[in-house]
């Protein structure tokens, strides 16, 4: 964004001879407003989320970190669940995020489970079939910020319950994007 502001001031100050062209205050505006409107809508986004970067499925028996633990101990946001005052953010700001239980038995399930992960482009660090679990890291495109994704799969009735918690590593908010991976992965696997 500032590279773009820069751009634009050094066309409007440092280039006497475009400035007389009828076209470059034109293009300078424009590329001020590619500047600054990417901010200000990731400001609207930031006031109609919760200030939360730990979203889960399951609020109330969140999947813990165990294959990635030691990668979280070393963040700024740890690997610890923020517990109630976190969970009431989170049904405000996201009251259908729920579980998927899905007719398939756990281990069919593990599979999807993986593959689904796969495709969404984590890079899978652990998963056991015999406990259910998959841990990933996801890295957002823009800034390559790295979130990490946990994914619990349970016998339920004749099916499998899957519940997924997906952390930022560094800030108090990310804007949504857990809420949304966690979306588009249950998504996949409806």
Not at 2 to 17: D, F, K
């Amino acid at each position: 964004m500032a590279a773009v502001s820069a751009l634009a001031l050094i066309v409007l100050l440092v280039v006497p001879r475009l400035r007389t062209r009828p076209w470059m205050p034109v293009l300078s505006l424009c590329l001020a407003l590619a500047a600054i409107v990417p901010p200000l809508l990731l400001l609207s986004t930031a006031k109609s989320v919760p200030r939360i970067h730990d979203v889960t499925t399951d609020t109330a028996e969140p999947p813990p970190f165990v294959g990635l633990l030691d990668e979280r101990r070393k963040v700024p946001n740890g690997f610890a669940y923020g517990g109630e005052p976190i969970a009431a953010l989170q049904r405000a700001g996201y009251p259908d995020l729920k579980a998927l239980v899905i007719k398939a038995p756990p281990r069919e399930a593990m599979q999807r489970a993986l593959d689904a992960a796969r495709s969404m482009g984590w890079e899978v660090v652990s998963s056991d079939a015999t406990t259910g679990r998959i841990e990933a890291t996801a890295t957002t495109l823009w800034f390559g910020f790295k979130d990490d994704v946990i994914v619990r799969i349970r016998p339920e009735g004749e099916g499998s319950r899957i519940d997924v918690r997906s952390v930022s590593r560094v800030g108090l908010s990310d804007l949504g994007a857990n809420a949304k991976r966690i979306q588009a992965y249950l998504a996949k696997l409806s």
